[in-house]
Nanobody, 113 residues
Framework: QVQLVESGGGLVQPGGSLRLSCAAT????????INWYRQAPGKQRELVAT???????SYTDSVKGRFTISRDNAKNMVYLQMNSLKPEDTAVYYC???????WGQGTQVTVSS
């Protein structure tokens, strides 16, 4: 069964950093675009960042300059480096890919003092 598994979430103070990881199994990983989404309580799920199979990246405006998405195809891993975190970044973060509309289980990020 194809799987995406996120890790790296936690509690961090405003201004702090976290690195999220997404591990893929049973996928031809290198040819896939990978997305990071997030969902805050009471809000719709939001696309945060995308990395294409060729390594091109895109970000939602609210995280530009603070978040960096990267991939290591040899390890079947995608990362989301999050710096200068703000309370409004608090959400469950999900890894996602198409085709197949495959989602991970999510990892909680809480930014609070």
């Amino acid at each position: 069964q194809v799987q995406l598994v996120e890790s790296g979430g936690g509690l961090v103070q405003p201004g702090g950093s976290l690195r999220l990881s997404c591990a893929a199994t049973r996928l031809v990983f290198s040819i896939r675009h990978i997305n990071w989404y997030r969902q805050a309580p009471g809000k719709q799920r939001e696309l945060v960042a995308t990395i294409t199979s060729g390594g091109s990246t895109s970000y939602t405006d609210s995280v530009k300059g603070r978040f960096t998405i990267s991939r290591d195809n040899a390890k079947n891993m995608v990362y989301l480096q999050m710096n200068s975190l703000k309370p409004e970044d608090t959400a469950v973060y999900y890894c996602h890919t198409l085709p197949g509309d495959i989602w991970g289980q999510g990892t909680q990020v809480t930014v609070s003092s």
